[in-house]
């Protein structure tokens, strides 16, 4: 499931709203989300993320959409006809999300309340239910025509690939932190990072079809023993291969600059065989864009920086061997390119506490004592702009690494004033 997946949830804590008598606040995935005044602890519903869009016949079958009597005065509804779901302040408390109870579902889909509470228990995440869609990610109506009539492809097709089952593998999705607490116990191995505010690149020499010769592929089909694999350089975006030699149909991008292209023939000649590198790119465009706007990084207009948060190595099998944090950052160094600032590393009980009287689980304990220290809408120290800090990131070490995120309430603020804007994102652009 993605990140705009309406998740089932249980409600915890419930307060009073300072400054609103028909309004209570309730804590869903550690963050503050504003519901009605018959919500109570104990009740099932939906949880709908921060920039997501609401399903049409959902929005429909519950009045959530605005509308107005003959008379031209508001009649209902609490949603524009974009359904989306916006981090905003409400009388002056954070809301980040949105909460509706679980009838809402049954009454879309026309089915007893006993038997959705059976089919959809708690944290069961949900986008489309048969060809209903529930939620999805919120995409500005003009990007989406844009998109559409670009020739930017996605994925390249199989048939035209040199790319080998298993061998380069694209970026998975980081979660958020609030919906994996369950996951981070005092002694888990993780590594704190701030989290960069760039587009997403993958560089990985890895293993690819040979582009056979004519005589080549003449003895192969005699059953000569022909070399057919070699190890060549792919470089792509978060779901776009941008080589040409392995994606006949690339274009320029989004933009109309290929970033992605750039970075890759910097870091060519520099990793051993099956080793692939993930990051992010931020500053400028050759030409002087901002990769996403306002985000500097301290770089000169036109100049840009990487920074690498995950490292892999790939057989000849497929089989997949994740770097450490420690690995990655010595690999970095030798390579010469900055890694991910790191905020802290070791078991997650060493983390410095502020909070020891917490009454919650050792997960919650966590996220507030992230958002207490590093989690609290300040400017982004890396910048010379004054923009945001986006948050931070807690990997947790293993054999299959697992990321999840925390993003601050001021930087998804200024996500939903650029999407209000009609501005949308390099690596969206790229990848949707």
Known sequence: MSNYSAVVVKLGR????????????????????????????????????????????????????????????????????NRRVRCQSLRGEKSMGFWIPMDSLAKTLQRPLEEVLTNYPVNTEIENISSLTISSKYIPKSNKTEMSASKQPNLVK????????????????????????????????????????????IVSNCLVKKKLTFIENFLKKLKVNIVDTEY????????????????????????????????????????????????????????????????????????????????????????????????????????????????????????????????????????LNLQKQHVRDQDCQFCNNKVPSEGVVTRLEGLEIKNYKLKSFRFLQHESGELDKGVIDMETGQSE
């Open 14 to 81: 419930i307060i009073d709203h300072p400054n609103a008598e028909r309004l209570k606040i309730t804590f869903i995935h550690g963050n503050s989300v504003i519901v009605g005044l018959t919500a109570k602890e104990g009740d099932l519903g939906l949880m709908f993320p921060v920039e997501s869009q609401i399903g049409l016949e959902f929005a429909v079958a519950n009045d959530l959409i605005r509308r107005k009597d003959e008379n031209g005065k508001a009649a209902g509804g609490m949603f524009d006809e």
């Open 158 to 201: 199989k048939s035209k690939s040199r790319i080998i089952d298993g061998q380069f593998k694209f970026h998975f999705d980081t979660s958020h932190l609030g919906k994996n607490l369950h996951m981070i116990h005092p002694d888990s191995l993780i590594a704190v990072t701030w989290k960069v505010h760039g587009s997403s690149f």
């Open 232 to 367: 060549d350089y792919v470089y792509s975006s978060r779901k776009v291969i941008k080589n040409s030699a392995f994606n006949k149909d690339v274009g320029p991008g989004y933009y109309g600059e290929d970033i992605w292209t750039r970075v890759g023939a910097e870091l060519k000649g520099s990793l051993h065989k099956g080793e692939t590198l993930y990051g992010e790119i931020c500053g400028y465009t050759k030409e002087g864009k901002f990769v996403q706007r306002g985000y500097d990084y301290g770089c000169a207009v036109g100049q840009h920086k990487i920074y690498v948060y995950r490292i892999t190595r790939t057989n000849s099998e497929g089989h997949v061997t994740e770097l450490s944090w420690p690995q990655v950052k010595e690999r970095c160094n030798q390579i010469g390119v900055e890694y991910v600032p790191e905020i802290y590393y070791g078991t997650a009980e060493g983390f410095e506490w502020q909070n020891d009287d917490f009454a919650g689980s050792f997960g919650e304990g966590f996220l």
